[in-house]
């Protein structure tokens, strides 16, 4: 009984701080707060932030410009989980040394960080687990089995 308890305290302390990456994915959610996928498909546009449509496409997403420096995520969520793709955005580098993608969640081997940036992650946490809401919607299939359009 009194493991048990020490493993429920153990998880619950672990929850919100656990970074602990296994293979390609981060299992454990940065928030205890689940994800927006609104709030995620916001920050997915906005420039000031995400900057993800610098480099990304989505297609039906309402935005002016997007870039295709990187994949297209159209059907995203049918590659990867929500555990790899958290993993992509918080620290693409541990997934493909050197990839072009910037690592959102990291504060650690940065080299071109003004120093007004030093010690600060581009997003927030909450920021990463909207994100990957968002992401999770994009799937090339409905669960019924249609065709999304
Ligand atoms: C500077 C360009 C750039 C920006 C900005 C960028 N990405 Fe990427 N992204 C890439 C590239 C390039 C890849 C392919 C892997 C590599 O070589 O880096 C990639 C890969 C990915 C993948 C994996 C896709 C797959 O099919 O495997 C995901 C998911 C992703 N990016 C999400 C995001 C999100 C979310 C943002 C914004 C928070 C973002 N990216 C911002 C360039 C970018």
Redesign the pocket.
Same mark, same amino acid.
């Given at each position: 009984m009194r493991a048990l308890l020490a493993f429920v305290v153990l998880f619950l302390v672990g929850c919100g701080s656990d970074r602990t990456v296994i293979g390609d994915t981060m299992p454990t959610p940065l928030t205890k707060t689940a994800g927006d996928p609104a709030r995620g498909e916001a920050?997915?546009i906005t420039r000031e932030q =995400? #900057? +993800?449509i610098? +480099? #990304?496409r989505v297609t039906g997403l309402s935005a002016e410009f997007q =870039?295709n !420096?990187? %994949?297209t995520?159209d059907g @995203?969520a049918d590659? !990867?989980s929500p555990a790899q793709?958290r993993l992509? /955005?918080v620290d693409?580098d541990a997934v @493909?040394p050197g990839?072009?993608? %910037?690592s959102?969640f990291r504060t650690q081997g940065l080299t071109q960080v003004g120093q007004n940036h030093a010690g600060q992650t @581009?997003?927030s946490a909450q920021d /990463?687990e909207d994100?990957i809401a968002y992401?999770t919607a994009l799937k090339t299939t409905t669960p019924m089995g249609g065709e999304m359009q």
């Open positions: 920050l997915f =995400g #900057h +993800c610098l +480099c #990304h =870039g !420096l990187g %994949p995520l @995203v590659r !990867l793709l992509r /955005i693409y @493909v990839a072009t993608m %910037p959102y @581009v997003l /990463i994100i992401l």
